[in-house]
Structures are given as structure tokens and as C-alpha cells.
């Protein structure tokens, strides 16, 4: 397997020098091509901030993030932006649509940004939307549809540019169960038929069992690594509980 | 301690703010300066004409304060929606409203206070520019000294701490009524009417331009025949117009959206999708309050350039109508007594007396005006002759080089802005028959020698000498004709017939110096005095009637100029005064919703950047953002004005000319750029920095 994503011993730290706050403190890990990597954690773990690292969003205080070889770490201000539209694909807990656009034109956003030739816009925004069956609502505008179609539409968007690395951040956070399953089964899909490398981030651990691998983090370090092998997601389930028990992270983190 | 954390807070709002400060400060500064100029005794007594001047200036205040309370009512009507969930907080936390519509209060009157002495500072300042701008018209000396007119500060005041206070009631009423939980929750409202219905709007634009359109047409072809003007259809078309630039700014949108957004390969070009969208729903959300500034925007374009037209008007005048320093006609030709009084008060550099002849229309400004603006504007039946010799001696006076003509030829000398339609008449008749005697016409000419009533009515036909016997005759005959261009006076229970024609003998003379208003009055005094002589003693009606004609035949540039000065700086001063007062509290209105939005665009634009657009493209697209959002008002009235300044100005034809007409529009499109664009300039910067967080 070809490795996408390298972390290496990187830090970030915030304040001053009396009162120096160690929001990620020494985190290294590789990420595989095809690989679906839950991060979990209590609030104040770090999770957000290595995952605003990770998309160039914040920078790292020191140590090295890879993708494919390039250290992105190392890339200029003004080719960054470049850089992200161009590899990195995004969900967020809120979705982060614009309520001026329609579904379709949210879709067509990053490829217009990314001045993909206006013809084949159409197509492959139809092609995503077919894929995620929400071509019903293209027309729409986000606030006439469910939260889980709003989701689904902000997944097209990530992935309608086929990027490297898809990066979610608590996807399921505002859907209500139903939705949050169908939306996990969906990103489960798109790792396991369309090879798509996918990060996310969560504190449920319901969402965290659909992913392949786990990494827990606590006070910025990585307290624990699991797998799921071969695992019924029952066990894995059950699993993870078990790790966040150990956390000793605070009750109302685990459900 | 609560006034405190509203400070902290207002203190936080104020960058979003500054630009509406700026405009409140430069408005009491205007508002100061010119209540300053109404009131000083320097600037009533340069002329008798500059009283109307203070009037005017009271009078406009109206409008002024007008646009003045519209503005501060929208701005602090915002900033209270704005602040709702502060206020909402203090509510919860248990403060009472009454206290929270009091630190509003204070606050707001604190930013005023402020407002108004920097203001004033400012006027102080503005008003020693106008002032030295109005005594150098006039000609006079001036030396700045600081000075405070208390009375102006007086009625600045008032104006200000009235709108003020209204204002604030206003607010203080919305505070009272209003709910914890809107408060709260007033920031979470969604621009509403985003989607409307769609193809009922596109026949509601092609509505609006139909009307218009057809509004402009209307409006053009009743002020192309001005003389027989149809009020309803003027009514017509200006309710046209109205209904139009609303229906405009309602469906707009739609139109936007029918045709970058429903075409696939358009929208998706570039930032296209992003910038109208965010721009349909910001219109559908504003559309009546964009209508009336556009409508606004109309009257004041149109209102400046009439106001300069009249200026045109005015000086071109002086320059056309008043060539001589002094000009008297009189019935009898007798000149001596008024020679003798003119040498005596004045240096006198040339004098010249002579006879202008008056006869039937030989047909040359009827056809020759056929078709043109000045169209019926000449219908006097009757056409003014000057002999070749008398005309030469008028050119020579003002130093114009001498003219020869053939026995069989003759001249036009018209107004220069005649000169085009006659010179296009002629290219095809060249050749007239004149009391049985055939012409032919040399050339037109254009030299201002008093052609307003004096030396005839925009134009007079020279002919040789040797006809001249023929002309006399005719001239006798056209006087016993006695309808002709008669005005009847009442006199007692007679009416009595006064005859333009009657005052044929003229007296012109040039000056070392110009003469000033008292040397007008006091020799039109002498000249009633001169007719009472004649008349011997009358009763009081007919003594008025007397001193009319008197007056009336006697004109001299010295008089005219103070006048036309006067009415100048009134009109050019006022024009600018409203103009600059009304585009700065539209773009300042434009510039704030703008601003304070962009804590919505903030969430917007920081999207764009984390899907990955570049700060570069995000400043770019920002830029074409702003300049949609800023020329959407602006230009349709562009549009609109233009065409009915070109066809009011048909109106004033004969005292302007073309290229004066087009310098004011540029002048005017001018100054109003200069202004809307630097508070556009100054909005785009404020709203970079906003979004991108370094400010």
C-alpha cells in the first residue's frame, strides 16, 4: 500500500513563554492509501487542531506533515490555497453550505474554483449527485432540504474533485441518528468501493466504529491505536468503549 | 460599569462605523459653512441679488435636514439590529429595558456631540474657502480671519440635535417594543424572499424598460415642442418613470439570474455563480429602498444640470445680450440729454446712436427654423434691419474687423447658437426676394452684438446702404399696422398699446470701467425723470406704466453682471450642496449595510478559503462584489438622466449651446463618480480587512 499521509513528530503550541500550552505534543502517524482513520478524543485533546494541521487551515509549531512525498509544512503562503483546493477535500460538522446557492451550484463551487472547464462542471456535479442519490434536490437551496442531504451535498463537494485525502470534522455532529447512520454507511462506501482515504475526526463512538482504524489522543499525544481487522463493527463498537473508559476522558464524551 | 461595557462595545462597532462619522461630520460641516454664509452681512452686501441667496440656503435646508434624518435614522436603526444580542444579553441578565434604551441614548448622543464640534471646526474652515471662492466672483478683497457666527451655530444646532432627537425616539419606541427572544435571535433572521417567481419577474423587467423607455420618448417629445407642452402627458410620463425604476430594482434579480445563472457554461465562469448569487439576494432583500435612491439619484442628476443650464443660460446672456457696457432705446431719437449724463458719470471710451428698422418677415427664420429646437421661438411676424454702415460701426466698437458687401447681398448676423440652423438653411436658399428686390445671402455670422431684444430677437438681417430708403418705407408701413407685437397695458380705465417697435433708436456706449448697480439706478432715474419731464405730471398707475417701459429700454452689462453673479453662486452653490449631501448619505448607507454584512460574508469568503481560493482571488472577487453592489443604484439613473437632460435642454436651446450642455453632464457624472467612488474605495478596503481578519 502506498502511503498518502505522513506525520511526523510534529507540535503546536499556543501562548506565551510563561504560560505555554501544548496543544499537540509529539504526534506521529502514517496514513495509507484507501484507509478510513477515525481520530478520537475528549475536548481539549487536540483532535481539532491536528486535523486544522493536516488541512493547512493552522500551522504546525514544528515537526513535518507529508503528503505524497511533499512537505507541507514547507509550502509558501501564497501556494497554499493552491495546494489545498487541488488535494485535500473537506466536511465539516455544519456543512459549511452557502445559503445564496442552490445544492447543485455548492457542488459546482469547488470546480469552478478549481477552473475546471464550465462543460464538464455539469456532468461530473450529476455524476456525484446520482452517486450519492441526491440528484432529486439539486435545485434546492440548502435551507428547503434535510440536514442529512445537506451532509450528502457537502460530501459531493469534497469529493467531486477526487482529492487525496478527504478530511471530516465531526460529520455526524448535527444530524439526528438516522441521518448520522446513513451518512456513515456512505462514507464507509466510498472508502471501501471508491478507495477513498478519509480522516475524520469525531468524539461518537458510534461514527468512530464505521472507520478502519482508530487513533485516540489525549493532552495532545496519542494514548492509544486501534484496529478492526477482521472485527464485527458490534465488536469493534464495544472495542472502542473500552478504550475511552481507559481514557478516563469525561462521561459525557462517552454515550 | 454598564456604561462602560457599552462603550468597550460601541468602541469595538466603531471601525464598521467610521464611514458613517465621517459623512455625519462632513454634513454638519456643509450644514455649518453654508447657515454661516446665509447669515454674514460680508456676502448680503456684495449685491441686492444675494439676499435670495440667504433664502434660498434657508429654504433648501429643508431638503437637507430631510436627507439628513433619513440617514441617521437608517444608520442607527441598523446599529441597534445590530447590537441586538448585546442588548438581548443585558435583558437576561436582568437590566431593565428602560436603562438599556438610556445607555443607547447617551451613547448615540455622545457620537453626535462629537460629531457636531469637529463639524463645526471643519464648517469654520469650509466656510472661509466658500467665502473667499464668492468674494473673488465678485471681484473683491478678502482676508481670512476666524470667526464664529454665533447664530449660525444656532440653527446648525437645531437642525442636528432635532434630527437627533427624533431619531433617538425612534429608537427608544423599537426598544420598548421589542421581545427578549428577537433580540436574541434577530442575527440568525435569513435574508427572506430568495426565491421568487421567476418568470413573472422577467415580464415585470421587460416591463420596467418598456416603461422607461416609453417614458423618455414621452418626456422628449413634449419638451422638443415646449411652447405647446402638454402637462398630462408630462404627469404621464414622469409616473411612468417612477413605476418603472421600481418595477427595475423588484425584478432585477431575476434577470440576473435568467441570464449568467441559467446558462451552465456562464455560470460557472470564474467566480460568476458566487457573485451573483450573493448579489440577487442582497437586491431582492433591498429592492424598494435601491428604487427610491435611484429615483433620487434621477432628480438630483437632472437637477444639477438644469441648475447649471440656467447658469449657461445666464452668462451666455451677458456674453450674447450685453456686448456694450450701456444700451438705451427710445422712441424719438433724441439722445443728447442722456449723453450729456452718461459723459458725466462715467469715462467714456465710444459712444454711437443709429436706427434699427423693423419690417415684415422675409420668411429666412421661419423656414430657416423649421425642424430645429428654436422652432416658434422666433414668432414676432416681424424682422429687425440694420444698415451696412450702422453695423460696421457696432462691429468696430467692439473690435471686430470691417465688412463689405455687394448692392445685391446681405448678411445675417445671429446668436451663436443659431448660427448653425441658419447656416444649414442656407446651404439650400441662398437666394431671397426682399420687397421686390432679389439677394443673395453672403454669410451668417455669429459676432454677439446684442441680439436679446436689442439688436433684434436672436438675429437681424444687414443690408447695403443704398436700400435702406426702401426699408424706411416699410418700416412706416409696419407701424401703422397696429397689431403687431403689441403688449397692452392698463392704464385707468384705458387700455393703452405699447409697441416694441416704437423704441427703434438706439444709443450704445463702451467704458473704460465697468459700471456697478448704483450707476444703473441712478441713470434709470434720470430717465423717469427725463419721461415725467415729458410727460408732465401723471397719475400713480401710469407713472408705473412709464417707468416699466422706461426701465426696460435701458440695459447696461455692469447691472447684468451683478445680477448673473448673484444667481450663480446661489445655483452653483446650492446644486452642489444637495448633491454632495444626498451621494454621501447613499454611499455611506450602501457602505455600512455593506460593512456590517460582512460578518455573513466573513462566513462566506472563509469558505471559499478553506475550499481553496487564495486571499488574491478572495480580494478580487470582494472588489467585484462591492462595485456590483455600489453601481447597481447608480447606473440605471446614469441611463436615465441623460436622455431627459437632452431633452429638457431643448427647453433652453436658444442660450446654450450643445457642447456647454454635454460639459455639465461630464462635469456633474464627474464630481459624482469622484465622490461615490472614494467612499466605494474606502468600503473595499474596510472590507478586505474585515474578512481576511487583519484589521
Redesign the interface.
Known amino acids: 500500500m502506498k502511503k498518502i499521509l505522513k506525520v511526523e513528530q510534529i507540535q503546536k503550541y499556543y501562548g506565551n513563554k510563561d504560560n505555554i500550552t501544548k496543544a499537540i505534543d509529539g504526534i506521529s502517524f502514517d496514513v495509507e492509501e484507501g484507509e478510513f482513520i477515525g481520530i478520537m478524543g475528549a475536548s481539549g485533546s487536540g483532535k481539532t487542531t491536528l486535523l486544522n494541521c493536516i488541512s493547512t487551515i493552522d500551522t504546525v509549531s514544528s515537526g513535518h506533515i507529508y503528503l505524497e512525498n511533499q512537505d507541507m509544512t514547507e509550502i509558501k503562503e501564497e501556494n497554499i490555497a493552491k495546494f489545498r483546493r487541488e488535494n485535500l477535500g473537506f466536511i465539516f460538522q455544519d456543512f459549511n453550505l452557502l445559503d445564496t446557492l442552490t445544492i447543485e451550484e455548492n457542488i459546482a463551487l469547488i470546480l469552478t474554483i478549481n477552473k475546471v472547464p464550465e462543460k464538464e462542471i455539469d456532468k461530473k456535479t450529476l455524476e456525484i449527485a446520482r452517486k450519492l442519490g441526491i440528484e432529486e434536490i439539486l435545485n434546492k437551496y440548502p435551507y428547503q432540504v434535510s440536514g442529512g442531504q445537506k451532509q450528502r451535498c457537502a460530501i459531493c463537494r469534497a469529493i467531486v474533485n477526487n482529492p487525496k485525502i478527504i478530511l471530516a470534522d465531526e460529520p455526524t455532529g448535527s444530524l439526528d441518528s438516522k441521518a448520522a447512520r446513513q451518512l456513515l454507511e456512505i462514507m464507509e462506501d466510498m472508502n471501501n468501493k471508491m478507495k477513498a482515504t478519509i480522516l475524520m475526526v469525531t468524539h461518537d463512538p458510534l461514527s468512530a466504529s464505521y472507520a478502519k482504524k482508530i487513533l485516540f489522543l489525549k493532552d495532545g499525544k496519542i494514548f492509544n491505536k486501534i484496529e478492526k481487522g477482521e472485527k464485527q463493527r458490534k465488536d469493534f463498537y464495544n472495542e472502542i468503549l473500552d478504550v475511552l473508559a481507559l481514557l478516563g476522558g469525561d462521561a459525557r464524551d462517552v454515550r | 460599569m454598564l456604561g462602560k461595557l457599552s462603550f468597550r462595545n460601541a468602541k469595538r462597532q466603531a471601525k464598521d462605523y467610521c464611514i458613517y462619522f465621517i459623512t455625519v461630520i462632513i454634513s454638519v460641516a456643509l450644514m455649518f459653512s453654508f447657515n454661516s454664509i446665509a447669515t454674514s452681512s460680508d456676502i448680503s452686501e456684495l449685491s441686492s441679488y444675494m439676499n435670495y441667496f440667504s433664502k434660498a440656503i434657508a429654504g433648501i435646508s429643508i431638503i437637507i435636514v430631510l436627507v439628513m434624518a433619513w440617514l441617521i435614522n437608517y444608520c442607527m436603526v441598523f446599529m441597534l439590529e445590530k447590537r441586538s444580542k448585546e442588548f438581548g444579553t443585558y435583558q437576561i441578565l436582568g437590566i431593565e429595558k428602560k436603562s438599556i434604551s438610556n445607555i443607547f441614548t447617551l451613547e448615540n448622543l455622545m457620537i453626535g456631540g462629537i460629531a457636531f464640534i469637529i463639524g463645526i471646526a471643519l464648517g469654520t474652515f469650509l466656510y472661509q474657502i466658500f467665502t473667499s471662492i464668492i468674494m473673488n466672483l465678485f471681484n473683491q478683497p478678502y482676508q481670512i480671519e476666524i470667526s464664529f457666527s454665533l447664530k449660525a451655530i444656532g440653527i446648525t444646532a437645531i437642525y442636528f440635535f432635532g434630527i437627533f432627537a427624533l431619531v433617538l425616539l425612534n429608537c427608544r419606541r423599537k426598544i420598548k417594543k421589542i421581545k427578549v427572544y428577537d433580540l436574541l435571535y434577530a442575527e440568525k433572521k ?1 435574508e427572506n424572499n ?2 421568487k417567481n421567476a418568470k413573472g419577474n422577467i415580464i415585470l423587467f421587460a416591463l420596467s424598460i418598456v416603461l422607461l423607455v416609453g417614458a423618455i420618448l414621452i418626456n422628449n417629445n413634449e419638451f422638443a415642442n415646449a411652447s405647446n407642452m402638454v402637462g398630462r402627458n408630462i404627469f404621464i410620463a414622469i409616473v411612468m418613470l417612477i413605476v418603472g425604476i421600481y418595477l427595475f430594482y423588484i425584478s432585477i434579480s431575476s434577470f440576473i439570474v435568467k441570464r449568467y445563472l441559467n446558462n ?11 457573485l451573483y ?2 448579489l ?2 442582497k437586491i431582492n432583500t433591498m429592492s424598494f429602498s435601491l428604487g427610491t435612491i435611484a429615483l433620487m439619484f434621477v432628480i438630483i442628476l437632472t437637477g444639477a444640470n438644469v441648475a447649471l443650464l440656467m447658469n449657461n443660460l445666464i452668462n451666455n446672456e451677458i456674453e450674447m445680450g450685453y456686448p456694450y457696457e450701456i444700451m438705451i432705446s427710445t422712441q424719438d431719437g433724441d439722445f443728447s440729454k442722456y449723453k450729456e449724463y452718461i459723459e458725466k458719470n462715467t469715462k467714456v471710451k465710444n459712444m454711437y446712436e443709429y436706427r434699427l428698422y423693423n419690417i415684415e418677415e422675409v420668411g429666412i427664420a421661419k423656414k430657416g427654423f423649421e425642424g430645429t429646437p428654436f422652432q416658434g421661438k422666433s414668432d414676432n411676424k416681424i424682422d429687425c434691419v440694420l444698415g451696412l454702415t450702422d453695423y460696421n460701426k457696432l462691429r468696430e466698437m467692439l473690435g471686430y474687423e470691417k465688412i463689405n458687401i455687394h448692392d445685391d447681398e446681405i448678411i445675417i448676423n445671429c446668436l451663436k447658437t443659431t448660427k448653425s440652423a441658419f447656416e444649414k438653411y442656407t446651404k439650400e436658399n441662398c437666394e431671397i426676394r426682399i420687397f421686390e428686390k432679389d439677394f443673395k445671402i453672403k454669410e451668417i455670422r455669429s459676432e454677439s452684438i446684442a441680439q436679446v431684444g436689442f439688436n433684434g430677437f436672436y438675429y437681424a438681417i444687414i443690408v447695403p446702404d443704398s436700400f435702406i430708403p426702401i426699408i424706411k418705407q416699410e418700416d412706416e408701413k409696419l407701424r401703422t399696422k397696429n397689431d403687431i407685437n403689441a403688449t397692452t397695458v392698463k392704464v385707468g380705465e384705458e387700455k393703452n398699446e405699447i409697441y416694441n417697435l416704437d423704441f427703434a433708436y438706439k444709443l450704445v456706449a463702451t467704458t473704460e470701467n465697468m459700471t456697478d448697480e448704483k450707476f444703473y439706478q441712478e441713470l434709470s432715474n434720470f430717465i423717469i425723470n427725463q419721461d415725467r419731464e415729458m410727460t408732465g405730471e401723471i397719475n400713480g398707475e401710469e407713472q408705473q406704466y412709464t417707468m416699466q417701459i422706461s426701465l426696460g429700454n435701458v440695459k447696461t452689462k455692469g447691472e447684468k453682471m451683478s445680477q448673473s453673479k448673484s444667481f450663480y453662486a446661489t445655483i452653483s452653490f446650492l446644486a452642489f450642496y444637495i448633491a454632495i449631501i444626498f451621494v454621501m448619505a447613499t454611499a455611506t448607507l450602501l457602505a455600512i449595510q455593506q460593512l456590517s454584512d460582512s460578518e455573513k460574508y466573513k462566513y ?1 469568503y472563509e ?9 488574491l ?1 478572495i480580494n478580487r472577487t470582494i472588489f467585484k462584489q462591492l462595485l456590483f453592489y455600489f453601481a447597481i443604484p447608480m447606473v440605471l439613473p446614469i441611463i436615465i438622466s441623460i436622455p431627459i437632460i437632452l431633452s429638457v435642454s431643448q427647453v433652453f436651446a436658444i442660450g446654450v449651446t450643445m457642447e456647454e450642455i454635454f460639459r455639465n453632464i461630464g462635469i456633474i457624472l464627474g464630481m459624482f463618480i469622484l465622490v461615490y467612488g472614494i467612499y466605494f474605495i474606502a468600503t473595499d478596503v474596510q472590507f478586505d480587512r474585515n474578512i481576511n481578519g487583519n484589521g
Request: charged share 40%; glycine share 4%; aromatic share 6%.
Open positions: 435569513n430568495i426565491i451552465k457554461s456562464r455560470k460557472y465562469k470564474k467566480d460568476n455563480m458566487f448569487r450573493n440577487t439576494s462566506r469558505l471559499l478559503k478553506k475550499l481553496g481560493m487564495d486571499e482571488q
